[in-house]
């Protein structure tokens, strides 16, 4: 069965489908031999996509008339930066691309945010096809229209907003995805619902062991829950100026500690995520919104999903948390001295406190990271 939802942006005046299902690009061949023919298709994907699961988009795509162009980066975070965006940005000039042919963006978060950026660019805006091949880039990174590469240490710095024609979330591309990465998204999965919805929370506490064995129905409900509750927030503000904020739970901390450990495979975007979720939670049990008893809760599902909840499960010893606090200066939420942070009233009611002083967070991550 396939899922269907539609995300409208009215500022925009776009509305765009996002497929959820197995096999989905051979169930819409009809709909792909339309949009694609007499186009230049340029697939941009990384080289661990490309070997384990081109096989099986080429197989999906067999039946229609089109001959792609391909283009490989190195898999993994370092990969999402401006060097990078210049080569897909002169392979297409290369190519003589224009306009009205169309990019498709298979693979993770690090493809999808990269070559989104690069479609929004290239001739002020080409079409732009998602095919998201990771549990956090079908649950989150693909939908919505965020596109970014790093600037160094300013994680996401360097970004526009553009939105794809259409976005497959196709399970049968998470077949090969290894535990740690699927974990990783799954802190994504879990930030949607501490956010936004108790009873989603509630599901995913009572079917972890289901997840965790990636049983398909419960995927195919888990990425369906997600993305209604990330579509609702993107179509009432798409850029930003208030409550899609509460999609960086756990990511100004996160984004830190990304950053600290140098994007590296030491720590995931995903397993920062995990981290942070678990710091703002503290904090927001330290100014006395959140109960003692809910913090340990979210705590304890992080544990069993085998997702870090404490820094040394990383490094071994104390982090700098001076070192740390300088890449939190270069979150967008930063104001002055202070920082706006997403914290939760209860779980499923985030919000956004206001003017966080910095001397009052390094008091307390030294405490938390001591
Ligand atoms: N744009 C947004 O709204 C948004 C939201 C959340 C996260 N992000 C970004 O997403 C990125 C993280 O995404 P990610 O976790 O997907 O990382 P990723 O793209 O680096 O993928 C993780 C790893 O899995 C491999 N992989 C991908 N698909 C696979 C498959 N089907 N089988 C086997 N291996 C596979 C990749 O090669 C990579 O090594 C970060 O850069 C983060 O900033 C963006």
Redesign the pocket.
Known sequence: MIRKKSISIRSKKTTYDILIGRSLLKENNNYLDLTLADKKIAIIS????HN??YANFLDQISGLKVDPHLFLIE???PS?NWGVLKKVLDWLTELNFDRTDYVIAF???????LV?LAASLFRRGINLIQV???L??QV??SV?G???VNNGPA??SIGTFYHPKVVFCDTS??????ER?FL??YA?VLKMALVFDKDFYKFLIENQKLISLRDEATLLHIIDKSLELKSKVVEIDETEQGDRAL?NFGHTFGHALETYFSYSEKL???EAVSLGIVLAARFSSQEGYLSERKLENIDEHLHSMKLPTVTTQIHNGKLDVLKLLTFMKQDKKVVGNNINLILLKDIGNGFIERNVPFHKLEKFLQLQLS
Do not use: C, I, M, R
């Not at 693979?107 to 945010?113: A, K, L, N, R, S």
């Not at 591309?173 to 290894?178: E, M, R, S, V």
């Open positions: 990384d080289e661990t996509v384990l699961q898999p993994g975070e999402k693979g993770g978060g690090v493809v999808g945010d989104s998201p091949t990771t956090l880039s989150d990174s919505g965020k596109t970014a994680k996401n591309f998470l077949g090969t995805l290894p990465a990783a998204g994504e999609l995931l975007h995903g």
